[in-house]
């Protein structure tokens, strides 16, 4: 064979093997996806092109861990916010101007709290109902009224216990069953609650933001629950008008018919006066 035939035939040679390198190269690297195990050991590396043996074979099966993105292309960690803990509830509730804020307890009760709703729809002004959550049970109708019509709804506990007497779990079923029965019939949870009886301590401060809640208490009680008169009501709203304040009185829980009265009483009163009746609209600071 002549001098130039036989380099020329070693030139294809040589070009064939590193592009048979090249090709094992480059399927190594797509099987091995990355080259370390998740115990930093290096994984095995793939053999030249051709017949392998079962080991090599099970070696180059991709693994869960190899099919995961990297964690430094994932989403970046915000630290968890503080839970807010009071440890007095709101007593007053100010805002711009001659505000007032109207506050209802213990409903929804078919026979008082449409009245109620219709007075408060007749001068347009919204109010606060803190509901027992088995009452929402019953009337998951009245609830989505007051929600339709731009009322806020406040968490009264299940079965109006006295919260300060029960363990911590209780305290947390009375409040969690009933933000949970306040969303399904009205498709929000709340974000107000209200102790009954005005009944405190830590532990109820402590599961009230942790379920996202703000304690609000009052500044004027009606003491209409003792069904004191129409006028006895009318008089003590009257009296202790002022801006800031809250209003305690009832829809439920008894005989309410006094209540009803004294709202249509006492309501254009203080409009009249230059009250503005309103409710909050974001958790208070």
């Known amino acids: 064979m002549k001098k130039d035939q036989l380099l020329t035939r070693r030139r294809l040679l040589l070009a064939g093997g590193?592009?048979?390198?090249?090709?094992?190269g480059t399927a190594g690297v797509l099987t091995l996806g990355g080259g370390a195990s998740p115990s930093g050991s290096t994984a095995?590396?793939?053999?030249?092109?051709?017949?392998?043996?079962?080991?090599?074979?099970?070696?180059?099966?991709?693994?869960?861990?190899?099919?995961?993105?990297?964690?430094?292309?994932?989403?970046p960690r915000v630290a968890p916010v503080p839970t807010v803990v009071r440890h007095e509830p709101f007593m007053?509730?100010?805002?711009?101007?001659?505000?007032?804020?109207?506050?209802?307890?213990?409903?929804?009760?078919?026979?008082?709290?449409?009245?109620?709703?219709?007075?408060?729809?007749?001068?347009?002004?919204h109010a606060m109902f803190f509901v027992c959550g088995e009452m929402v049970s019953y009337n998951k109708d009245l609830l989505a009224r007051m929600a339709d019509a731009g009322h806020v709804i406040g968490n009264h506990t299940w079965s109006h216990a006295q919260l300060t007497q029960l363990s911590r779990a209780g305290i947390r079923s009375e409040m969690e069953r009933t933000s949970a029965v306040i969303e399904d019939a009205c498709g929000e949870r709340p974000a107000w609650f209200r102790a009954p009886y005005g009944a405190w301590n830590r532990a109820v401060f402590q599961i009230g933001a942790e379920l996202g809640m703000e304690p609000?208490?009052?500044?004027?009680?009606?003491?209409?629950?003792?069904?004191?008169?129409?006028?006895?009501?009318?008089?003590?709203?009257?009296?202790?008008?002022?801006?800031?304040?809250v209003v305690l009185s009832h829809d439920a829980g008894g005989d309410r018919s006094q209540s009803v009265r004294a709202l249509r009483d006492y309501l254009p009163y203080l409009l009249n006066s230059g009250y503005h009746i309103t409710v909050p609209r974001r958790r208070a600071v």
């Open 18 to 24: 590193v592009a048979a390198l090249g090709a094992a």
């Open 44 to 75: 095995p590396v793939a053999g030249p092109a051709g017949p392998q043996s079962r080991g090599a074979r099970e070696a180059l099966k991709p693994s869960a861990y190899r099919l995961q993105p990297l964690t430094g292309y994932g989403p």
């Open 92 to 125: 007053r509730l100010p805002g711009p101007g001659r505000t007032m804020v109207l506050t209802f307890d213990d409903g929804p009760d078919p026979r008082y709290t449409p009245r109620v709703l219709d007075a408060l729809a007749e001068h347009d002004v």
């Open 216 to 245: 609000l208490a009052w500044s004027i009680d009606t003491l209409d629950w003792t069904t004191p008169g129409t006028r006895a009501i009318v008089d003590r709203v009257e009296h202790g008008a002022a801006p800031g304040v």
